[in-house]
């Protein structure tokens, strides 16, 4: 969607919102898609979101989107089949209910269970902010530590490795120094597809000259800028 943006004569526009007009606000927002959390200005008119760019100056991702941020947004926050209210099951059939009712009647619910009966888990589409919130409710409110993330699925040997290696199971560097580094070993991520912002940091990295190295038992498209491809057995690695 870059293209779009930047053009300059209007040639090239987004058919879902040519009709729309002139965006009366515009709002700061983090894409929910993926974690890299591309920081995204929400174009707004009558409460409705009529175009997304990405924002310039976000230290994440520096006037980039992948096609999932600029693209998919629009089209899922004003589907006709997204669910905006809650809905209870009465009956075999699901009826509308307000909040309210909804949450008064989980309370109930939930009531009748120890704390440690409970668990919570929560989502890599949520923000940190979200998360913290989540097992703060979970922890605080509900009195219990079992709180958990589905990244515990996919991350789970990443945070023993980056431990054992870094010291710490997280990222240790910020995203806008991926690219002066001088050395990268991507293992276990098709990176231009599950985090495209990501992905653009390391082709860039590449073309400054790094060493990279790709292990995936796929031809993943970083394959293409690697010096080296590592293409282990499926299950072997
Ligand atoms: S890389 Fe794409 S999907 Fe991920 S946060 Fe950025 S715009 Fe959203």
Request: hydrophobic fraction near 40%; charged fraction near 20%.
């Amino acid at each position: 969607g870059a293209c779009v943006d930047v053009c300059p004569t209007g040639a090239l526009t987004e058919w879902i919102n040519k009709w729309e007009g002139v965006a009366e606000t515009q709002v700061l927002s983090t894409c929910p898609y993926c974690g890299v959390g591309c920081q995204l200005e929400l174009a707004l008119k009558k409460d409705r979101i009529i175009g997304v760019s990405p924002k310039g100056d976000g230290t994440v991702n520096q006037g980039q989107a992948c096609v999932k941020g600029k693209f998919g947004i629009v089209e899922y926050v004003h589907h006709p089949d997204r669910l905006k209210v809650p809905l209870i099951r009465k009956n075999g059939n699901f009826e509308e209910a307000a909040w309210d009712e909804a949450l008064d009647l989980i309370a109930e619910r939930m009531g009748g269970y120890n704390a440690d009966e409970v668990a919570v888990i929560s989502s890599a589409k949520c923000t940190n902010e979200e998360n913290y919130v989540a097992q703060k409710f979970t922890r605080a409110v509900l009195g219990t530590n079992n709180i958990d993330h589905c990244a515990r699925l996919c991350h789970a040997s990443t945070v023993a490795g980056l431990a054992q290696s870094f010291g710490a199971g997280a990222m240790t560097n910020s995203i806008d120094e991926i690219r002066h580094a001088k050395c990268i070993l991507a293992i276990g991520t098709n990176t231009t597809d599950a985090h495209p912002v990501i992905g653009i940091e390391v082709k860039q990295a590449s073309r400054n000259g790094a060493k990279l190295i790709v292990a995936n038992p796929r031809e993943i498209d970083l394959v293409n800028y690697a010096g080296l491809w590592l293409q282990q057995n499926p299950g072997s690695d």
